[in-house]
């Protein structure tokens, strides 16, 4: 199968990218059935993400296991701005990691940080296991994490699932078929897990101490006022490259 055969094959499976995914299969194959078993599953709709094993994420190579959340470029912004927020020293906590990719960045970039991640799937546990070096986690959110955390976490990162219930079924195939609901499903408006992390992220952060969570633009004035609800000092940040919104908060200094 040539280059150009997988790209019209690609192309009339509805692939919009299909010169580029092309690349990235002769480059992952290592044998001619390999790639025909690679173009078979990816036509099938697998991610392209999940059929070579790997995502490529702030210019990191993250390796993605089936089922497991693929990282979207548009959480670059929401890895950039806690990398901004982080230093050598710091304690970090990657909370909902999937892959740990959020937290493979902040390590990169800050290799002194004392970093820990959580999820509660455990197919995303065992990718992120082999993603990050530091502490990973199973669990349901902050009932993961050692109690010795608590009131010390300097930079808490998490990309929580914001799909409202309902809008599920809208998602590309991609990741509605081939990604763990739970990953997606953000309850009846998308924001059932924020709820729930901002309730408790006061108790965890240090004094000065940072959330930084992904939303969407329209969701961001609900987030913000769960942040001020909950003791903290809120804001949006907003990259319109990216298609990406963050809410961050922040705990007062006494």
């Not at 970093?115 to 995303?124: F, I, M, N, T, Y």
């Not at 953000?186 to 108790?203: K, M, T, Y």
Request: aromatic share 4%.
């Amino acid at each position: 199968m040539t280059s150009s055969d997988i790209v019209l094959t690609l192309r009339a499976a509805g692939c919009v990218f299909a010169e580029a995914e092309a690349e990235v299969l002769v480059a992952a194959a290592t044998s001619p059935a390999e790639l025909g078993a690679m173009v078979a599953s990816r036509v099938a709709g697998l991610p392209l993400e999940q059929v070579v094993g790997w995502a490529e994420f702030c210019g990191l190579r993250i390796l993605v296991e089936p089922t497991v959340f693929v990282p979207r470029r548009r959480s670059e912004a929401l890895a950039t701005l806690a990398a901004g927020l982080a230093g050598d020293g710091s304690t970090v906590v990657d909370l909902c990691c999937g892959t740990g990719a959020l937290g493979a960045v902040l390590r990169d970039r800050h290799p002194g940080i004392d970093l820990h991640a959580a999820d509660v799937d455990p197919a995303a546990v065992r990718c992120a296991r082999r993603n990050l070096v530091g502490q990973v986690y199973e669990g349901d959110l902050y009932n993961a994490l050692p109690e010795r955390l608590r009131g010390t976490v300097d930079v808490l990162v998490v990309n929580a699932p914001y799909v409202p219930t309902d809008a599920i079924e809208t998602l590309p195939p991609e990741a509605r078929l081939h990604e763990a609901r739970v990953a997606l499903d953000g309850g009846h408006d998308g924001l059932d897990v924020h709820r729930r992390v901002a309730s408790a992220a006061a108790e965890w952060l240090a004094p000065g101490g940072h959330l930084l969570i992904e939303t969407s633009a329209r969701q961001a004035p609900v987030a913000v006022g769960l942040f001020e609800s909950a003791g903290l000092t809120a804001r949006v940040e907003s990259d319109h490259d990216l298609g990406a919104t963050v809410v961050i908060g922040r705990r007062d200094r006494p």
